[in-house]
């Protein structure tokens, strides 16, 4: 038995869409191997799948596609329902009941409730929300009585540990996925044709496509040791499956696929693909081991000079401009979608805007040469006319006009047109006064952007108008980075992680969290929260690694500083290299950088105003630096200050501020650090210089709006 590609269905029978953990994964190795990917609903999965193997099959290769849920019951079942002992029956019963939308929701349980209904005794399925109402469906399976049936599969004796498929509710049960399941699987079969055969009901030597039923658990120590490298357990499964099955000598895979059962058995129950020889699949896997990816950034790349001690702003800046580096996934989008992506490769015009020299306005189109003077002119008008998306074949003679409308290609001998405002007409000759400006209201071939012109460089961050620009240059797609995965962690004993619950007086609710989480939405990246963990060594090691997996660059808040309760810090200095900049600035001053498997972390303060002021100034920068952005610039303007300040040398300052209706800057009433209602008075911060400063109403200053 040999296939050139291995697809792993991990399935699901959520009633919404879902993603991550527990929800519907696929993998693929061997030909069109790819990245576990995540599909929010079974009908994006189905579609995907479906995609997959008409690339395969368009290229002649045998794809094998394993799915996690039982392919057939225990055997009377098909019987009962369909009249027929065979699972395959069963399957195209199925494919007529279940009803499964776009979005998820589906009615399994009201099936299963009316297949209780049908056949004698309570049950066989169970297992429901209790909210449903389904008397036909008992809640536990303790509540069923006479069952016709066996509890258990056949192959089940061999995998004690698989769940019964009559269970439909909780946790790992597979009776709903295998409901469902059956249901699309049959629907996939059916518009395959004689390229498909479901293993082991069918002979599947000739099939291009082979379903089979499969149980990622005969893998588990390797997904256990190899769950780290990915986003969650499932992702794990898929791929490693796929690659156990896509390792596999020929010869063994048939020996897996030739299980030591009766024909009656595998026709109505069907087998696991590897059910008690697991061993020959784990083996499928030798020298598969997950590939990875060395880190870019060299582990001492935060480390500042020997001897620097408070680091003044624009060098912190300058140093974390030249230590990072731009993420390497690209992918093609369609420009419609690329909006707020950066590209990756410049936009070069594939067609000139506009492609051809045309008409500014709605009038009368000529040769100007014939007219230099004053006039008035009267020209007798050609017959027809030029409208924007129905050109004027014929050329316009020298002394004669033709009736032009706006977006119009200028027809051969028309240069110039005349506005229709000012002329008179009587449709067969056309008056004006002179003299006409020689190509007035008329648009150059090119004059905006010209063919093979670079018009949007690489690094830009893609606006709403630079969509118009693209798709008018003629590009139907464009390369972007993949969007920064940004991790927010808040770490501190004293911090509640969810809003709203109990609090003790010593205790403080997270705030830093979701403001950080919702910046780095704005700002256009992806926000992956990282929730908080108490200032526990252990725990915050687990949870960075975790942030490793699932993001690009992490920034962290609280114990950032270099105090005994300071864990963060003290963490990332024995196992990250960090280095802690002290920067000249207020507020905010520690700043800790360091690298954890790899990834970059951004320790900002834990108080919430020093931790914006941090992220906006340093955070900002640096995470736009990755994304594959080009450095962004604050935006600044210089306003008169409505306030009085004097400030000593030696750092930096940045005042809360807003622009009063004056057009000067006031600031917050208090400096005080932990005044966060003093951020959302905000718009904008005053940036004191480095050196001293004597503010006084109506000294000019700097501010920057906040900008998100
Ligand atoms: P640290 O950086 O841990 O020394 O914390 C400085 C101050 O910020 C302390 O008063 C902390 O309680 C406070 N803080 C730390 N993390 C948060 C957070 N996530 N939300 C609000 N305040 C915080
Ligand atoms: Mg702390």
């Known amino acids: 038995m040999n296939f050139d590609s291995v697809i792993i269905l991990d399935w699901s029978a959520a009633a919404k869409p879902t993603r991550g953990k527990d929800s519907i994964w696929i993998g693929q190795a061997g030909a069109g191997a790819a990245a576990p990917v995540n599909p929010a609903t079974r009908a994006e999965a189905m579609a995907l799948l479906r995609g997959r193997i008409a690339a395969a099959r368009a290229k002649g290769l045998r794809v094998l596609v394993g799915a996690d849920f039982p392919f057939g019951y225990p055997q009377g079942f098909a019987a009962a329902l369909t009249g027929q002992d065979r699972a395959l029956a069963l399957w195209g019963w199925l494919m007529g009941q279940v009803q499964d939308a776009p979005d998820n929701a589906n009615n399994r349980f009201d099936l299963a409730a009316r297949i209780n209904a049908q056949l004698p005794g309570v049950g066989p399925f169970w297992g429901r929300p209790s909210g449903l109402d389904l008397p036909d469906l008992p809640e536990k ?16 004796a061999q995998e004690p540990k698989a769940q019964p498929v009559w ?43 082979v379903l089979a039923e499969v149980w990622p658990s005969l893998l588990a120590e390797q997904v256990a040791a190899a769950e780290g490298l990915y986003p969650c357990k499932d992702a794990a499964q898929v791929d490693l499956l796929a690659k156990a099955l896509a390792g596999m000598a020929p010869g063994d895979l048939a020996g897996l696929m030739a299980p030591d059962a009766a024909a009656g058995v595998l026709a109505e129950e069907g087998w696991i693909l590897g059910a008690g020889k697991a061993d020959a699949l784990r083996a499928g896997l030798a020298g598969d081991l997950p590939a990875l990816t060395p880190p870019r950034l060299r582990n001492d790349c935060f480390a500042m000079p020997q001897g620097v001690d408070w680091v003044p702003v624009d060098e912190a800046l300058a140093r974390l401009r030249s230590v990072l580096v731009p993420l390497a996934r690209t992918e093609t989008l369609p420009v419609a979608q690329a909006g707020g992506r950066v590209l990756a490769a410049d936009a070069v015009a594939l067609r000139s805007n506009p492609p051809r020299a045309n008409a500014a306005v709605d009038g009368y189109g000529f040769a100007r040469h014939a007219l230099t003077g004053e006039g008035p002119w009267t020209l007798p008008l050609v017959p027809g006319r030029a409208a924007a998306g129905q050109p004027f074949d014929g050329a316009v003679p020298a002394g004669q006009a033709i009736r032009i409308l706006t977006g119009a290609i200028l027809p051969q001998g028309v240069d ?267 718009e904008g911060l005053v940036e004191l210089p480095d050196g001293a400063a004597e503010i006084t109403p109506g000294s000019a200053v700097r501010f920057l709006p906040f900008g998100f």
């Open 167 to 209: 269970k439909l509710f909780t946790t790992g049960s597979v009776g709903s996925q295998a409901l469902l399941g059956i249901a699309h699987l049959a629907r996939l079969r059916a518009d395959l044709g004689a390229d498909c055969a479901v293993w082991p009901f069918e002979p599947s030597g000739a099939a291009g496509v």
């Open 416 to 682: 110039t047109v005349v506005l229709e405002e000012d002329c008179a007409t009587d449709a067969a000759r056309v008056a004006f006064d002179g003299p006409v400006k020689p190509g007035i209201n008329t648009r150059r071939a090119g004059e905006d952007v010209a063919e093979g012109q670079v018009a949007l460089r690489k690094g830009r961050v893609l606006t709403p108008p630079d969509l118009a620009l693209l798709s008018a240059l003629g590009l139907a797609q464009v390369q972007v980075h993949a969007p920064l995965r940004v991790g927010v962690l808040s770490t501190g004993d004293e911090i509640i992680a969810t809003p709203g619950d109990p609090a003790l007086p010593h205790q403080i609710h997270d705030a830093n969290r979701p403001m950080l989480l919702e910046l780095i939405r704005r700002w256009g990246f992806d926000p992956v929260d990282l929730g908080h963990v108490a200032d526990d060594p252990r725990k915050i090691a687990a949870r960075l690694d975790k942030g490793a997996r699932l993001a690009d660059v992490m920034l962290t808040s609280g114990g950032a500083s270099a105090g005994d309760e300071d864990h963060v810090s003290h963490l990332l200095r024995t196992r990250g290299s960090l280095s802690s900049w002290r920067i000249a600035m207020k507020p905010g001053r520690p700043l800790a950088l360091a690298l954890w498997r790899g990834v970059p972390v951004l320790g900002l303060p834990g108080n919430p105003v020093a931790a914006l002021v941090c992220a906006l100034i340093f955070g900002r920068p640096a995470l736009a630096l990755m994304a594959g952005a080009d450095w962004p610039q604050p935006a600044a303007f210089t306003v008169p200050a409505a306030f009085a300040k004097r400030k000593k040398a030696g750092r930096r300052e940045y005042l809360r501020a807003r622009i009063n209706t004056m057009g000067q800057a006031e600031v917050f009433a208090s400096e005080g650090s932990g005044r966060i209602s003093g951020l959302s008075w905000a």
């Open 141 to 156: 399976g303790s509540l069923r009585a006479d069952m016709p049936f066996a509890e258990r599969r056949v192959v089940e």
